[in-house]
């Protein structure tokens, strides 16, 4: 997350999945709509089940926010 506030601790949140072809594989990554914050690559052994999840931990890194979420299944 690139602003502060965006999303907080307790927010349910929803992920949109984009596929991208790589010489590793197939990779996926997660943008939390609307475009608050983007995951990085994914390996398809480690896809996410659900698009929906509650933000648990966001950390501060001075100009960078991490969001940590839980997801169901």
């Known amino acids: 997350m690139e602003r502060p506030g965006l999303v907080k601790v307790g927010d349910e949140?929803?992920?949109?999945?984009?596929?991208?072809k790589t010489l590793q594989g197939t990779m996926y990554y997660y943008t939390i709509?609307?475009?608050?914050?983007?995951s990085g690559n994914i390996?398809?052994?480690?896809r996410l089940t659900?698009?929906?999840g509650v933000v648990t931990k966001?950390?501060?890194h001075e100009s960078?926010?991490?969001?940590?979420?839980?997801f169901d299944g």
Request: hydrophobic share 45%; with cysteine; net charge negative.
């Open 58 to 60: 966001i950390e501060d």
């Open 43 to 46: 390996p398809a052994k480690d």
């Open 13 to 20: 949140v929803e992920v949109r999945e984009s596929v991208l």
């Open 50 to 52: 659900s698009a929906r």
């Open 33 to 38: 709509h609307p475009a608050v914050a983007m």
């Open 64 to 70: 960078l926010w991490t969001v940590y979420c839980e």
